[in-house]
């Protein structure tokens, strides 16, 4: 490149703009929650719950709405009307007498009333049916609360389990990294075969695969937690509750009744059970007489009512007692009773079976928690066990009486341990949140 040339390539590149500092990456925002605090949130996010309250609102004008029609009822009308012309009707005279006049213009404005006086018991059945629904809604919407409360623990305890033993595969690792350090250097002064290194790569990276794994899981978690709380995508979530907690198994029968006593499904059922009793009563009272009092005042041009009609505004009223009763309605009424006495009956069973599986739901998370609780026991157990395993054969193998591979098995069945007793510290967790779910708390 002669001299010219280099001038013009560095004047070039002087030219060039200065290359802008790409923007660091913006740290994603970190949620720490305790499981209350998430069980708040929750319930203040959830669209499952937004729907429910909207169906007790539905419940609700509808309850509104059969009250409605035991008050007095008042319409409006207004209209207008052309006829064709006709001959007028006159007695004869002089002048002579119109009796019947051509008005092919008519105008009427009525205002009516009614109300109803006796329907038989009809709209005090629909409205003690129209209660019941309003008392099933609202207990669907705790139901509801109740099932979000247990998926959010779930997720919440998952993550805490997966998070857990990502720790203690990490921990693991260094343990690992350090055995196999040893060992290669052992191989190097020739005081260890290749078998041995091997043996304690293959433990090593087996480990690794359960700690992504792990982190896999707390990931999958992290993101369903943070479904359940409405957090913006991306959002971390932190769980800062640990898995250690005291926990006794209570008498099944206390909590049976407990739980017959508070489940809002239950309850909900039981509400459906009454409306659908009130909705038969109010189908039966068709047979009675209904009895209404109506009324209405016209202002109208011509007003018909008064003779002879003429081309005015004039004003009249009626008020009276209207009285019906369907003696024969072919079975009408005999279907609709039975229709919702059928339904009744119908939920009534749903109900009896209710109570069977509740007293199922009680039985096993009771049974669940009991397990659990062993586990831990035996967990706990296994875990000291190996420590103390794991203390014998490192200083065994340090003094030079017992092969690398002691070590090793001891390593392993310590990570075991760790892991198992994580895992039933969980189960634990999880059965204490399937009791409360159980029994409706």
Known sequence: ????????????????????????????????????????RAREEAPRLRAAAELQRAAEAE???????????????????????????????????????????????????????YTGGRLERLADAARSDVAAAGHDSEAA????????????????????SERVLREALAAYDAHLADARNRLNFGLAARNEVLAVEVDRNRADFLRIEAANLAAGAEANLARLLGLAPGTRVE????????????ELEPLVTEALAARADRAALAARVDSADARA??????????????????????????????????????????????????????????RAEARGNAL???????????????????????SA???????????????????????????GVSPSSDRLDAESQ?????????????????????IQRATGR
Not at 359 to 369: G, I, K, Y
Not at 373 to 399: I, K, M, P, Y
Not at 416 to 431: F, G, K, N, S, Y
């Open 414 to 434: 310590l990570l075991r341990a760790q892991l198992d007793r994580t895992h039933a510290l969980a189960a634990v967790r999880i059965a204490q949140a399937a």
């Open 348 to 370: 009534r069973e749903q109900l009896a079976d209710l109570d069977r599986r509740v007293r199922l739901d009680v039985t096993r998370a009771r049974l669940d928690l009991d």
């Open 239 to 250: 769980a800062v509750e640990r898995l250690e907690a005291q926990a006794i198994v209570p």
């Open 281 to 338: 009563r109010a189908e039966g009272a068709a047979r009675l007489p209904q009895v209404a009092l109506g009324g209405g005042f016209d202002y109208a041009n011509p007003n018909r009512r008064i003779l002879p009609p003429a081309d005015a505004w004039k004003t009249s009223w009626d008020v009276g007692v209207a009285l019906s009763w369907s003696v024969f309605d072919s079975g009408r009424t005999d279907a609709a009773e039975a």
């Open 63 to 117: 309850q509104r709405g059969v009250r409605a029609q035991r008050l007095p009822q008042a319409d409006l009308q207004a209209g207008y009307t052309r006829m064709s012309d006709v001959p007028e009707l006159s007695l004869p005279g002089n002048p002579p007498t119109v009796i019947f006049p051509n008005l092919p213009d008519n105008w009427r404005l009525r205002v009516g009333a009614s109300l109803p006086l």
């Open 145 to 164: 609360r109740n099932d979000l409360a247990w998926e959010t623990a779930l997720a919440y305890w998952g993550l805490v389990t997966a998070t857990e």
């Open 1 to 40: 490149m002669n001299a010219r040339s280099a001038v013009v390539v560095a004047l070039a590149l002087v030219a060039l703009p200065a290359r802008a500092e790409e923007p660091a990456a913006a740290e994603p925002e970190v949620v720490r929650l305790d499981l209350a605090t998430a069980l708040v």
């Open 373 to 399: 609780l062993a586990r831990l026991r035996v967990a706990s157990q296994g875990l000291e066990a190996a420590q103390e395993n794991l203390r014998v054969a490192s200083d065994r193998h340090r003094e």
